[in-house]
């Protein structure tokens, strides 16, 4: 049995694991977006592939997805147009938010596709269009998208599928975000069981409206994120307090307006939750609320279908008001329109708008109108990946350079951050989902899913621990398991 690396290797996005058995069966586990793609680290373009996979996607056999986010589902409209024609597993609210988030990306993509047509088009193609052409050769339509959802299948949390005599698997809960889960595959070989379990994003405990994660039984072969794998969450405060401090003092006690760059799926859904739990102590002060994102409030109305996957905190908060996420604050914003015109609100404000890293979205709207009020607040909520507006923000010197010119500007808004709505479990939370395995019974790690030094400490970590059996996997890297 085959295990080759095709994403999220010694970087933090773009998971897509290919496991191949000795009786030829090909399975896919996500299928995701690399964020970090350049022209440099793209493994399909140095190894020369036409296809934009570095396998044949009609030969893969199945999908098996963790979960919604788009750096580990968004290539699933790609590897259809390619050829594949299998099925696609996950749960049901699964399903459902990555249904949008693929339609969000299509819309994304669109000006870009209108203006690939025009070139295709030229009988006589410049060196310059050829290059366009090959750099945006992945972008998919909303047909593309479509054609993809009659291929999911979803299945419950513990539902152990059979997919062949010889492999099957099933879900198992690990919070992070609705109906996200780790895979516990089972491979019979030469009368032998092997277990293999692909962590996906690991969750933490207590957090906001989800199930905390499960234990996961004993594996031969565990490949486990990393993103948080050197570092502890820093902020243990009560979320509600903190939350409710910040906007205080950038909202009423300056006053001013606080943004707030946060992922329309998962976290975005938390933070409303918790302005709305304030909202019912009568503790949250009179202060507009703008979530300006149409991604954010299809997501929203998805989480309000699946109580069922949501902690008996958020059940029960639930039962007593029969409404999660809407307060009397609060106003969505569909249209982008009605999105520029905040820009001409004085009044103080909180601004949550996607995407959570700064890379694309309303939000980039919203930071570059604000940089240089002195007035205003931009709140980090998460972690952002090196390379991404995010990350430039929380590592700035008071400035901040313009990509793709040479303008540098000072950044006069206050920049804070902090980490107690992090979907993502800490280097403990990390440790502590390993210490489930026997590490005389598990024959190895993988560490994936995290910046390189993160990989390395985490690695050491685990080798103090008593783990000393871990590789760090390169893109495209395989291993026979």
Same mark, same amino acid.
């Given at each position: 049995? $085959?295990?080759?690396?095709w994403g999220?290797?010694?970087?933090?996005t773009?998971?897509?694991?290919?496991l191949q058995? #000795?009786d030829?069966?090909?399975?896919?586990?996500d299928?995701?977006?690399?964020?970090?793609?350049?022209?440099?680290?793209?493994?399909?373009i140095?190894?020369?592939?036409?296809s934009?996979?570095?396998f044949?996607?009609?030969q893969?056999h199945a999908?098996?997805?963790t979960?919604?986010h788009? %750096?580990?589902?968004?290539?699933?409209?790609?590897?259809?147009? =390619?050829g &594949? #024609?299998g099925t696609?597993?996950?749960? @049901?609210?699964? +399903?459902?938010?990555t249904k949008?988030l693929?339609?969000d990306?299509a819309?994304?993509n669109q000006?870009k596709?209108?203006k690939?047509?025009?070139?295709?088009?030229?009988? $006589?193609?410049?060196a310059?269009?050829?290059e366009?052409? =090959?750099k945006? +050769?992945d972008?998919?339509? &909303?047909?593309?998208? /479509?054609?993809?959802?009659p291929l999911?299948r979803?299945?419950d949390?513990k539902? $152990?599928?059979q997919?062949?005599?010889n492999?099957s698997? *099933?879900?198992?809960?690990?919070g992070?975000l609705?109906?996200a889960?780790n895979?516990?595959i /089972?491979v019979?070989?030469?009368?032998? @069981?092997k277990k293999?379990c692909?962590?996906g994003d690991?969750g933490?405990k207590n957090?906001p409206?989800l199930? %905390?994660p /499960?234990?996961v039984?004993?594996v031969?072969?565990?490949i486990?994120e990393s993103?948080?794998?050197?570092r502890?969450?820093?902020?243990k405060?009560?979320?509600e307090?903190?939350l409710l401090n910040i906007?205080?003092?950038?909202?009423?006690d300056?006053?001013?307006?606080?943004?707030i760059?946060?992922?329309?799926?998962g976290r975005?859904q938390?933070? !409303?939750y918790?302005?709305n739990k304030?909202?019912?102590?009568?503790?949250?002060?009179?202060?507009k609320?703008f979530?300006?994102?149409?991604l954010?409030?299809?997501?929203t109305?998805i989480? #309000?279908?699946y109580?069922?996957?949501?902690?008996e905190?958020?059940?029960?908060f639930?039962?007593e008001h029969?409404?999660?996420?809407?307060?009397k604050?609060?106003?969505y914003v569909e249209? !982008?329109?009605?999105?520029q015109?905040?820009a001409?609100?004085?009044?103080?404000?909180?601004?949550i708008s996607s995407s959570?890293?700064?890379?694309g979205? +309303?939000?980039?709207h919203?930071?570059?109108?604000n940089?240089?009020?002195?007035?205003?607040?931009?709140?980090?909520?998460g972690?952002a990946?090196?390379?991404?507006l995010g990350?430039?923000l929380?590592h700035?010197n008071g400035? !901040?350079?313009?990509k793709?010119?040479?303008?540098t500007?000072p950044i006069?808004? $206050?920049?804070?951050?902090i980490d107690?709505f992090?979907?993502?479990g800490?280097? #403990?939370d990390?440790?502590?989902f390993?210490k *489930?395995?026997?590490?005389?019974r598990?024959q190895k790690i993988?560490?994936?899913?995290g910046e390189?030094?993160s990989?390395?400490?985490?690695k050491?970590?685990l080798r103090q621990?008593?783990?000393?059996?871990?590789?760090?996997?390169?893109?495209g890297q395989?291993?026979?398991?």
């Amino acid at each position: 049995m $085959r295990l080759t690396f095709w994403g999220a290797a010694r970087q933090v996005t773009g998971s897509m694991y290919l496991l191949q058995t #000795e009786d030829e069966l090909n399975i896919l586990i996500d299928c995701g977006l690399d964020l970090q793609k350049t022209q440099e680290n793209s493994h399909i373009i140095q190894q020369g592939y036409h296809s934009i996979f570095p396998f044949e996607a009609s030969q893969i056999h199945a999908v098996l997805l963790t979960h919604a986010h788009i %750096d580990h589902s968004g290539y699933i409209p790609n590897l259809i147009r =390619e050829g &594949f #024609e299998g099925t696609i597993f996950c749960t @049901k609210p699964t +399903r459902e938010l990555t249904k949008i988030l693929l339609e969000d990306s299509a819309s994304i993509n669109q000006p870009k596709l209108k203006k690939l047509l025009n070139i295709r088009n030229h009988k $006589r193609k410049t060196a310059k269009e050829i290059e366009i052409l =090959e750099k945006y +050769r992945d972008l998919y339509s &909303f047909a593309h998208v /479509e054609q993809s959802m009659p291929l999911f299948r979803t299945i419950d949390f513990k539902q $152990r599928i059979q997919l062949t005599k010889n492999f099957s698997f *099933y879900f198992n809960p690990t919070g992070h975000l609705l109906g996200a889960a780790n895979i516990i595959i /089972e491979v019979k070989e030469n009368g032998k @069981k092997k277990k293999i379990c692909f962590s996906g994003d690991i969750g933490r405990k207590n957090y906001p409206l989800l199930q %905390d994660p /499960e234990p996961v039984e004993q594996v031969d072969y565990l490949i486990c994120e990393s993103t948080y794998g050197n570092r502890k969450h820093k902020n243990k405060e009560n979320v509600e307090e903190m939350l409710l401090n910040i906007i205080q003092t950038t909202c009423v006690d300056k006053p001013g307006r606080l943004i707030i760059p946060s992922f329309s799926i998962g976290r975005t859904q938390s933070l !409303l939750y918790v302005m709305n739990k304030l909202c019912k102590q009568n503790a949250f002060p009179p202060v507009k609320v703008f979530s300006d994102s149409p991604l954010a409030l299809q997501s929203t109305r998805i989480y #309000e279908k699946y109580l069922s996957y949501m902690n008996e905190e958020a059940k029960q908060f639930y039962y007593e008001h029969q409404n999660l996420f809407d307060f009397k604050y609060l106003m969505y914003v569909e249209d !982008l329109k009605h999105s520029q015109m905040i820009a001409n609100y004085h009044e103080p404000c909180v601004i949550i708008s996607s995407s959570g890293m700064l890379q694309g979205g +309303r939000i980039e709207h919203h930071i570059k109108q604000n940089l240089q009020n002195i007035y205003a607040t931009i709140l980090m909520v998460g972690f952002a990946a090196e390379g991404t507006l995010g990350y430039d923000l929380l590592h700035n010197n008071g400035q !901040l350079h313009i990509k793709n010119t040479q303008k540098t500007i000072p950044i006069l808004a $206050r920049i804070e951050s902090i980490d107690v709505f992090s979907g993502h479990g800490d280097m #403990e939370d990390l440790l502590n989902f390993v210490k *489930y395995q026997d590490s005389e019974r598990l024959q190895k790690i993988f560490l994936v899913h995290g910046e390189l030094q993160s990989m390395y400490d985490f690695k050491e970590t685990l080798r103090q621990q008593g783990y000393p059996q871990v590789e760090i996997p390169s893109k495209g890297q395989s291993f026979e398991l």
